[in-house]
């Protein structure tokens, strides 16, 4: 069975930093972060096709860093300057099946990891 296994998260006073890291069971081409707090809709965070950049959503521009090794199978999401609205469940996501300008919406992500929390304290 394919899996996402997220790491990293924890508690942070706003300004801070921390790195969440996703390991796959399996290569995926397509690999993302969203996140989620409860009552809201699931947000992308960031997502990369292949070797292509990644895209970011409007609010973590500038703040949050994507990486990935494709060789490891690993996804890395590098948050600075958190903020309070930063607090989230924070997902890996892979096996895309959109187009280019779908990278951000949850709907066309078919494997989940099993989240982990970012909380940041103002």
């Known amino acids: 069975q394919v899996q996402l296994v997220e790491s990293g998260g924890g508690s942070v006073q706003a300004g801070g930093s921390l790195r969440l890291s996703c390991g796959a069971s399996?290569?995926?081409?397509?690999l993302a972060w969203f996140r989620q707090v409860p009552g809201k809709e699931r947000e992308g965070v960031a997502a990369s096709r292949g070797s292509g950049p990644f895209v970011y959503a409007d609010s973590v521009k500038g703040r949050f860093t994507a990486s990935k090794d494709s060789a490891r199978r690993i996804i890395y999401l590098e948050m600075n300057n958190l903020k309070s609205e930063d607090t989230a469940m924070y997902y890996c996501a892979a096996d895309f099946t959109g187009q280019d300008d779908q990278l951000l919406s949850e709907v066309h992500y078919n494997t989940w990891g099993q989240g982990t929390q970012v909380t940041v304290s103002s």
């Open positions: 399996r290569y995926f081409f397509t």
